[in-house]
C-alpha cells in the first residue's frame, strides 16, 4: 500500500498512477475467424508524477454466453496495435476492453461496463420464393421471394434474384435480375418477360456480416398473354334439322384446354351448346 518507487542512475523518484489504455475500434460484424481489434495505450503525462513506462497490455472479453469480463492471452508491450482476435465461444456479441500495467506494476481498473462490440455470425441466411402459376397470363407478373437468418443474427443485409429463360438452366445461363433486391424489406417486384418464354427464377439472402447464403430452389412459369384462335364451320344448307357443326382451334403456348360452343337462330342472342 506505499507509494512504488523507482532507483535510477540519478536517485529514486516514484511512480503511483496507472497507465492507460483504449480498445479504439473492432468491426460492427464480422464472419472471419480473425477480427481486428484496435487499441492504444500509455503512461498518463501530467500527472506530477514520472513515468516507469508501459510493461503491458492485456486484451480482455466479454463472450456471447458471459455478462463478466475475461483475461485472454492476447498481449503487447507496445503503445498500440491489433490484436487478431479468434471468436471461439459462436455466434454472438464479443465486447472487448483493455487492461494496462507499467514497469512498476502499477495496473489499470478493468472497466464495469463499456468497451467496443463486434458480432460475430459465420451462419448463413436461407431465402425462399413464393410458387408461381404455371402460366403467366398478362405482363408484368409478381414475384416474391422471403428469408431467414438465424439467431443470433446479424441480419438480412440484401437478395440476389436470378432468371433464365431456356430449359435446362446450366450455370452460364442464369442472368441477374438487377435493381432487385437490394433493400432487404422489399420482398417482390414486377417481372416482365416476353410471351410464349418459360421463365425460372431464383434467390440467395446475404447477411450483414457478409454470409453469403444458398440458392433456393428454381421456380418456373411460362407467359402466355396471347388468346387461342378457333373456328367453326357447318353446312351453309342443310335438308334436315339435324346437321353436323365441326370446330378446331390453336394455341402456341399453353395449348387448349377446351372450346365455349354458342350459337344463334337469326338475329336471336347467342346461347351456349
Not at 501530467?46 to 463478466?68: F, H, I, N, R, Y
Not at 487478431?84 to 464479443?94: A, K, R, T, V
Not at 448463413?124 to 443470433?152: C, E, K, M, R
Not at 430452389?217 to 411460362?222: A, E, F, L, R, S
Amino acid at each position: 500500500g506505499g507509494t512504488t518507487v523507482v532507483a535510477t542512475g540519478n536517485g529514486v523518484w516514484r511512480d503511483i498512477v496507472a497507465p492507460n489504455s483504449d480498445v479504439t475500434s473492432a468491426p460492427e460484424y464480422t464472419n472471419t475467424s480473425s477480427t481486428p481489434i484496435e487499441w492504444t495505450a500509455g503512461e498518463i503525462s501530467g500527472d506530477g508524477e514520472q513515468d516507469s513506462g508501459l510493461a503491458e497490455v492485456v486484451l480482455w472479453v466479454k463472450t456471447p454466453d458471459s455478462s463478466s469480463w475475461t483475461s485472454t492471452s492476447y498481449t503487447s508491450s507496445v503503445s498500440g496495435g491489433t490484436f487478431d482476435y479468434e471468436p471461439l465461444d459462436g455466434d454472438g456479441i464479443y465486447t472487448f476492453t483493455s487492461v494496462a500495467t507499467d514497469n512498476v506494476g502499477n495496473v489499470e481498473t478493468i472497466p464495469s461496463n463499456g468497451g467496443v462490440s463486434t458480432f460475430y455470425d459465420v451462419i448463413s441466411p436461407t431465402a425462399i420464393l413464393t410458387p408461381l402459376a404455371t402460366y403467366q397470363t398478362s405482363v408484368p407478373f409478381l414475384v416474391q421471394w422471403n428469408g431467414d437468418d438465424p439467431t443470433p443474427s446479424s441480419g438480412i443485409a440484401s437478395y440476389e434474384i436470378q432468371y433464365c429463360d431456356v430449359d435446362p438452366c446450366n450455370a452460364n445461363d442464369w442472368q441477374v435480375w438487377s435493381d432487385v433486391g437490394d433493400d432487404p424489406t422489399d420482398l417482390d417486384a414486377d417481372f416482365t418477360g416476353n410471351d410464349g418464354d418459360t421463365y425460372t427464377f431464383r434467390v440467395r439472402a446475404y447477411d450483414t456480416a457478409g454470409n453469403e447464403g444458398a440458392w433456393s430452389t428454381g421456380i418456373t412459369t411460362t407467359i402466355d398473354a396471347t388468346a387461342p384462335e378457333s373456328q367453326v364451320s357447318a353446312p351453309a344448307n342443310s335438308q334436315t334439322a339435324d346437321f353436323e357443326v365441326t370446330w378446331s382451334g390453336s394455341d402456341a403456348t399453353s395449348g387448349i384446354v377446351s372450346y365455349d360452343v354458342q350459337y344463334k337462330d337469326g338475329d336471336g342472342a347467342w346461347t351456349g351448346w
